[in-house]
């Protein structure tokens, strides 16, 4: 349900005012039910007493909402100046007693330069606009019921020498869980010149996001319980946007070109106590989920390196040396260390176009630089019982081809100890440019579409993910590159389509 009311008004001639204000309500249910029954005889049969074994049945009742109540406030003047704020006050029962409510305010403001009697005859500079923004945005996407115990019945326990059916409580209630905030701010210039052939966008943006919203993990002492979520941390993006487009035509050519980027500056500001999971931790200070590993220095040549370095005293020649970073003689979890980023330090992207008699031609290439990821797939011969890749064949350590790339290849237990050890073995810079699509199309002139009485036919043949340029080792990356394993690559597609409208 929403409701508005507004109110706009121009006086004077040239100040323009604009009101508006509004409720909203929302509200989700979710109904599960659930039954199930083994041994039916026969596929052809979908009723559920057909089954007679095993029969189980479970279901529940999830409800949440959000209510809102809105504004907004707008200036104009001449077209020059620009000014607009606005507020939200949203309600979510997501939230216990007392954190339900949150206000989020913004304003933005625009100074169209072009407007301006200096600019507004300007052969050159067709468009020229200043801009400034600052506001407030809330996240209340939790799960349900987290302020509070719940209970969940059918949990059985003795009594009186019988199993007899009760209910227990089976999550931890964290009543102070409340709104996660960000905060933006961005100043930005936007320009059109030369009759609208060169165009360009500059953004500054600064991001500030508190009390974020991530489940925790607990001890299992507690009973088994399932962990809450909590307002962990905050974190700091700022960084710069940049776009500069060009269109033309010469003749019966016309091309266009673009290209875009994106600098970003990453920081955790606030964490209780560092969080490390399996290749990364969140640490305050640092970028989030930055690579935490064991820093590989080396590979041993002969058995002296081993002796003098003292801290692998079962490793061989020809297994990676590790750095043991806190000092104290042996190689573990302690001498893990910051040793790479998984977010990237530059975005970027290139448009391409053109057209000539009918034919039309475009690409859009993206790429990213400064970002690790980890290989664990690729960078372990025999993992899962897989072969060898051809890199490893070239360059695996031997006597005869000493390196300080790739050990030596071996399947021993004692292997995982000396190379498989979470480090930075496993970790490859992730930087590419992709092509990630490219089409080349034709037109049939409409002399040919008056005969065959139709208003259009093109012909084109498509590419998607054709080729990427990366030292990346692994199959793709632009996977995740956290993950490890287990996440998905792209895949190319090669298409040839027709299209006709009637």
């Known amino acids: 349900f929403i409701s508005t009311l507004s109110y706009d008004k121009t006086f004077a001639e040239n100040h323009t005012i604009g009101l508006l204000g509004g409720f909203q309500q929302e509200t989700s249910k979710f109904d599960y039910l659930r039954g199930t029954k083994a041994g039916i ?23 949440f909402g959000l209510q809102s109540f809105f504004g907004r406030a707008t200036y104009n003047y001449k077209e020059k100046y620009l000014l607009e704020a606005n507020f939200r006050y949203d309600g979510s029962s997501n939230f216990g007693p007392g954190n339900k409510w949150g206000f989020f305010p913004s304003v933005s403001a625009g100074w169209n330069i072009s407007e301006e009697s200096f600019l507004v005859d300007s052969n050159i500079i067709n468009s ?13 996407a939790i799960d349900p019921n987290q302020y509070t115990a719940t209970y ?22 964290n009543a102070d869980v409340t709104w996660e905030t960000s905060t933006q701010t961005d100043i930005g210039i936007d320009l059109l010149a030369f009759g609208g052939k060169l165009g360009l966008v500059v953004d500054y943006f600064h991001k500030l996001t508190d009390d974020i919203l991530r489940p925790v993990s607990i001890s299992s002492v507690i009973g088994g319980l399932s962990p809450p979520t909590v307002n962990l941390a905050s974190v700091e993006n700022k960084g710069f946007e940049f776009a500069l487009t060009h269109k033309n035509t010469i003749g019966e050519f016309t091309y266009g070109a673009g290209i875009n980027f994106t600098t970003i500056d990453n920081e955790v500001t ?11 931790r969140i640490a305050e200070g640092s970028p989030i989920d930055e690579f935490y590993l064991i820093k590989m220095i080396g590979i041993f040549q002969n058995e002296a390196e081993v002796t003098a370095h003292g801290a ?23 001498d ?13 992207g290139i448009t391409l176009d053109a057209g000539y008699k009918g034919f039309d031609f475009s690409a859009l290439l993206q790429g990213v630089e400064g970002v690790d990821a980890i290989t664990e797939h690729e960078q372990k011969p025999f993992f899962n019982g897989a072969g060898i890749p051809t890199f490893w064949q070239k360059n695996a350590w031997t006597a005869e081809n000493p390196n300080n790339s790739y050990p030596r290849l071996t399947r021993s237990s ?22 990630k699509n490219i089409q080349l199309g034709y037109s049939f002139p409409d002399q040919l579409m008056d005969k065959l009485k139709l208003d259009r036919l093109r012909i084109y043949v498509n590419a998607q993910n054709p080729y990427v340029k990366t030292d990346y080792r692994g199959l793709d990356p632009e996977k995740s590159v956290t993950a490890g394993r287990g996440s998905y690559t792209n895949v190319s597609i090669y298409s040839l389509g027709l299209n006709i409208s009637l």
């Open 128 to 140: 020229l606009k200043l801009r400034g923004s600052w506001g407030q945005l809330g996240n209340q």
């Open 336 to 348: 893990r260390q910051a040793v790479g980023s998984s977010i990237p330090k530059l975005t970027y």
């Open 270 to 280: 606030k964490i209780p106590a560092p969080a490390i999971g399996g290749y990364t």
């Open 41 to 63: 005889p026969s596929n052809a049969l979908q009723e559920i007493n057909a089954g007679s074994i095993d029969p189980t049945s479970e279901g529940y009742l999830v409800e």
């Open 312 to 334: 692998q005293p079962t490793a061989k020649p020809g297994d990676v040396k590790f750095e043991d970073f806190d000092n104290n003689g042996i190689i573990d979890a302690g």
């Open 414 to 435: 004692n292997y995982n100890v000396n190379a498989w050890q979470n480090s930075s073995f496993l970790l490859e810079d992730a930087s590419f440019l992709r092509i």
């Open 152 to 173: 969940a019945l059918g949990q059985n326990y003795s009594f009186g020498g019988s199993l007899v059916g009760g209910a227990a409580q089976t999550s931890l209630p």
